[in-house]
């Protein structure tokens, strides 16, 4: 989806997560979510400092795949617990108060070479990630059940207001 708005218009930034995870299998590097979960949300927690920066820079809204409280939520999602440094990170660098979350969708889940998540991970993901942004005082808006052009189109009404 987050191709979908881009080609609409809005400047966007990327996940990181999938980026960390082709970089990572390239170098042979073991910051990887099945293999060293603290140091993969450490590479995360950098990547969404640094497009938290770059979207700062830019002009009109920019529209984020994840942010810095998916670290927070990662990290509990794991059970792992929650360093000082990501809490500070995730409460000194906020986005829009509106976050738009995609909830679990059957029919659209898939898993390929980066994401391995299985089906009851995945779905107790978009729970823990709803929390997370709720208990930093984020709105949470969800997309529809809806083709991306849909979501897309959604997501655009939604930040034109």
């Known amino acids: 989806m987050i191709e979908a708005l881009a080609a609409a218009g809005p400047r ?12 990572q299998v390239q170098i042979g590097g073991s910051a990887l979510p099945w ?11 950098s990547w969404e400092l640094r497009s938290h920066r770059e ?7 920019v529209v984020m795949d994840r942010g810095v409280p998916d670290v927070m939520g990662y990290l509990r999602l794991c059970g792992l617990s929650v360093p000082q440094h990501v809490q500070h990170a995730a409460e000194l660098f906020r986005y829009n108060r509106r976050v738009f979350l995609a909830p679990w969708w059957p ?14 991970e995945a779905r107790e993901t978009g729970a823990v990630m709803e929390r997370t942004y709720s208990d930093l005082g984020y709105e949470i808006v969800r997309l529809p059940y809806a083709s991306i ?5 959604f997501v655009l009404e939604c930040i034109a207001t």
Do not use: H, V, Y
Not at 35 to 45: H, K, T
Not at 107 to 120: G, H, T, Y
């Open 12 to 23: 966007t930034m990327p996940e990181a997560g999938r980026a960390i995870i082709r970089d």
């Open 35 to 45: 293999a060293d979960r603290s140091s993969f949300a450490e590479l995360m927690l």
């Open 55 to 61: 979207a700062l820079a830019l002009s009109g809204p």
């Open 107 to 120: 029919e659209i889940f898939a898993q390929d070479e980066e994401r391995k998540q299985d089906p009851a």
């Open 149 to 153: 052009e849909d979501r897309a189109a």
